[in-house]
C-alpha cells in the first residue's frame, strides 16, 4: 500500500509552524516512514502531481495568490487543516484589518521614514499579487476539516494530529497541547 | 443561619442558606466557569459564562440565590456548549491576538477556551476597530480585549469611594472609560490591583510586561478551575 500524501503551505504566515512541524526531534525519521510529501516549501514541489491525503495550511489570506493557493489546495487534499493562529484567525497581520489598504501601503511605501525619496513608490507591478481589503481566516475562503491553533502549534500538537489523521484514529490531545500563543 | 441542600448533577450540596449557587458549589468542590464574577464583588451577571439549568430555566449562577431542593444541571452536554459559544462569541467580538497579548497565559478567557477545547470560533470574525487609550500614567487601556465584565468598575476605587473606570455608551459601542483625573493620582499597588482584576488584557501596567516565562504561567500546565475541582469537563 502506498503512503498517505502529505502537502504544505505558508500563505501569510511567518514560517513558524513549518518550523514547528520540524521541531519533532527524532520522529522526523519515523514521519519519512510514515507519510510522502507533496507540494511544499519543504522538498520544493511547487504543484501538485499526484491526489493528496493531508494539506497542512500555515498562514491567513492577505492576498489574491494566498486565495488561489488556498482553493488549489482544498482541490487536491482529501483533509484540510488550518494550522497556527493566523490560519485560525488572521493572527499578527490582521492587525492591519481596522485600518484601511491606501493607508496601510503609504505608510509602508510612501510616508515611512527608512523610504528613500527615490523610491517612493506604491509598487503596482501586474505580476505582484493584490492586496486583500483585510486578512482573512482561511475557513472563511474555503471549507476548512480541522483546526490547530497556537503560535505555533506546539510540536507534539502538530504530531498527535498528523499521526491521528493518516492512521485514521481519533486526537488524544492532552492539557498541554492547546496553546493559542 | 438555617442550612440548605442542593443537588448538582445529582451531587449533594449543602451550604447556609442566603448564598448563590456559584458560592454554594465553589464551597463544595463543584466548578462552575465564570468570568464577570470576582471574589468579595458584587455579582452583575453580565457574561453568563456561569449559566446553569434549574427546572428546564437557565439561570446564572453567580446571581440566582439557592433555595433549598433546587436541583441544578451544571454539566449536561448542552450546556456546556452553550457555554463554549459564549466564549466563542466573545473571541470574535474583540480582537483577541493571544501570540502578542501580555496577558497570554494569565488570562481567564484564553484559559477557558483551553479548558473547552475551542480550536476555532463557530462565528465569523467581527475585527471591530478599537483605540488602545494610554492616558492615564501608570496603565493602558487595550479596548480591542475588553470584555465588558466590568470588575474593573466594580473593584477599583479611591479611597472616598469614587469609581476610576466607569463604562460609557451603550450596547455594542460600549466602552470602558478612565476618569483622567483619578487615574493620575492611581498608586503603584492600585495600578497592579486594576491588572489583576481584569480577566483578559485589557488593562495593563505601563512599564512591565512578559515577567514570566513561558511554562510558568498561571494557566500553563494547570486547566482554570483546577484550584475547586480536579478534572476537565467530559
Redesign the interface.
Known sequence: MSKPVIATASLAGCFGCHMSLLDIDDRILKLVELVEFNKSPIDDIKTFTKPVDVGLIEGGCCNSENVENLRAFRKNCKVLVSVGECAIMGGLPALRNGIPVRECLEEAFLNSPTVAPEDRIIPNDEEIPIVLDKVYPCHEIVKIDHFLPGCPPSADLIWEALTALVEGRPLNLTYEMIKFD | MSEITITIDGRACKSPAGRTIFEVARTNGVYIPTLCNYKDLRPVGSCRVCTVRVAGRYMAACTQVAIDGMAVENTAPDLEDMRRSILEMLFVEG?H?????EK??NCEL?AL??RY?I???RF??Q????RVEAVAPKLLLEHNRCIQCLRCVRSIQTEDGRRIFVPQNRSRWRKIGVDPRLAAELTDEMALKAMEVCPVGSILRKGVGFAVP?GRRKF????IGTDVAEG?PR
Open positions: 480582537n491576538l493571544c501570540p502578542s497579548c497570554s497565559g484564553q477556551a483551553y477545547q480550536m476555532v470560533p465569523p470574525f475585527f471591530p476597530v478599537r513561558i500553563d500546565k494547570t486547566p476537565l
